[in-house]
């Protein structure tokens, strides 16, 4: 350690000297000595090892958020969770992991996604794939039978990450399970053009009717799955070719697997010879037909298109299913609109919670999950290329001083205004110049300066100065928290 110490100085010694000749302009020949004993120096001391080098970086299929991004997010929440209220719902939360047999068998192939944790304590524990299996462990622990709640939070899948097109390993999931029928305003709400139905008990009678056995109808569903990512060929190579599927039998399969439409392909196929004489699939036709009619009271039929590839390859889903899927607008005119993939779905689940009561007690439910991550960034991506300024802050107004020596004013008046539930806020410096706290506004978007100088004092009043028209109000003092309110639009405190 000493003589490393020791060479350290030699190398400080001689970079001065460098430094020295430079600035003294010596000559050339000189100062490149000098510089050749330097890296010679240099060459011995090597590298340090005591200093561990870090790589900076989140682990992959992880993201930061900037301020602005998290703007971003909380607006695609906020109208999210209002849709949720709006409709009665109440929030709950759950533990970021489970126990490993909770989450285990309940997803399908996709089980192999599943982060699993070391032992602890003599737990085996798993982080939560999603937020639909541990809600139904919540109702099962709980005895619950009616409830109408929201959840948000993130989940965990070991999935390879496609970051451009938002499918994340870690990323926010937002849910809702509801009992009965309410009108699906989410859609339209986040600009997303079209839902996609069918029924796993269609898709399971189809499959009976084409000759697949019932040990590999969860295996063939989950190859279905992939219609909207892949060509029917490779859907069908990975029958026959993987799952042992006899070819007769996937050509019957993508008779079907091919058609949507509406009401009329619902109706169409209550009267197809063989899959109307099928019991399950009967049941699952009859109840889309009193689904679309339903659709249609509600004025978004429109929306809604009947699908029968959509498969759902979560293993507990037991009648109606759904997905929506976000068309990115095209980068030029002419082009087709590309997808970023599914950005919501859910179904019916009847047996699920009965998994984990004791009893066994069947709780039906009706679920929607919705990936904000993929909403996320196809609103990001249309800001940038809007150029659109985002507020990072909701900051209404800005305490300004006009002279200097006024920062106990301008303290005591930003407190008033924290005070009346005013979002202000102030400059931390002692005697900040007028217009370097007006660019402040600017650049953050703040719509108002509450304006304190030596005449304002004396006459009691407040000068309000609109960041955008430059306009300047004189304000009693004592009426300032109502003219700010009635300005930025808050609603006035009566208690």
């Known amino acids: 350690m000493a003589e490393r110490a020791a060479l350290e100085e030699l190398v400080k010694l001689q970079g ?17 000595e000098e510089v050749g004993k330097l890296l010679k120096l240099k060459a011995q001391l090597g590298p340090d090892e005591s ?20 703007a971003v ?7 999210i969770i209002r849709c949720f209220k709006r409709h009665g719902a109440e929030v709950i939360d759950t533990p970021v992991f489970e126990l490993k047999e909770t989450l285990t068998g309940k997803y399908g192939e996709d089980s192999k996604l599943i982060y699993d944790l070391k032992d602890q304590g003599g737990e085996l524990l798993s982080l939560r794939y999603d937020l639909t299996v541990p809600f139904a462990r919540y109702l099962a622990m709980n005895k619950l039978t009616n409830i109408k ?4 939070a993130k989940v965990y899948r070991r999935d390879n990450p496609a970051m451009t097109r938002g499918r994340y390993r870690e990323f926010y999931q937002l849910t809702m ?8 305003e989410i859609p339209s709400a986040l600009c997303i053009d079209s839902l996609q139905v069918n029924d796993r008990r269609i898709l399971d009678g189809m499959f009976a009717i084409c000759g697949v056995s019932d040990s590999k109808f969860r295996t063939i569903c989950s190859s279905v799955d992939k219609l909207d990512k892949v060509s029917w060929e490779e859907v069908k190579n990975e029958m026959v070719g993987e799952k042992g599927l006899a070819p007769e039998v996937a050509d019957r399969i993508g008779d079907y697997v091919q058609q949507h439409g509406g ?8 009267q197809d010879p063989k899959l109307s004489q099928n019991k399950q699939a009967l049941e699952g036709l009859g109840d889309l037909k009193l689904l679309f009619e339903y659709l249609t009271l509600f004025g978004i039929d429109d929306k809604i298109s009947f699908d029968l590839s959509l498969a759902r390859g979560l293993d507990y889903y037991t009648g109606v299913i759904y997905e929506a899927v976000l068309l990115q607008t095209p980068a030029q005119a002419g082009e087709e609109p590309l997808g970023v993939g599914s950005v919501a779905a859910g179904g019916r689940y009847d047996g699920l919670v009965g998994m984990f009561d004791p009893k066994g007690r069947k709780v039906p439910c009706v679920g929607l999950s919705i990936g904000v991550e993929r909403i996320f960034s196809i609103v990001e991506q249309r800001l940038e290329a809007l150029e659109e300024k985002v507020r990072t802050t909701e900051t209404q107004v800005l305490v300004a001083s006009a002279q200097k020596k006024l ?22 410096k002692k005697n900040p110049k007028l217009l370097n706290q007006l660019q402040y506004c600017e650049e953050a978007g703040i719509p108002l300066v509450a304006i304190i100088g030596e ?6 009043v407040i000068k309000l100065r609109s960041v955008t028209s430059r306009e300047e109000v004189n304000v009693r003092r004592e009426d300032l928290v109502e003219e700010i309110k009635r300005r930025t639009g808050q609603p006035l405190r009566i208690c």
């Open 16 to 32: 001065e000297r460098v430094r020295g000749l430079k600035q003294q302009k010596a000559s050339a020949e000189l100062i490149e």
């Open 407 to 428: 920062l106990e004013e301008r303290l005591k008046l930003v407190s008033e205004l924290w005070d009346a539930g005013i979002k202000a806020e102030l400059l931390y």
């Open 73 to 79: 997010r909380e607006k695609v929440f906020d109208v």
């Open 263 to 270: 009401v009329s392909l619902v109706e169409q196929l209550l």
């Open 177 to 184: 399970t509801i009992a009965g029928h309410v009108r699906k």
């Open 149 to 152: 709640r929201y959840h948000i």
């Open 455 to 460: 005449q304002e004092l004396k006459d009691g």
């Open 51 to 70: 200093k561990q080098k870090f790589v900076l970086k989140t682990p992959k299929g992880t993201r930061d958020y900037s301020p602005r991004q998290m």
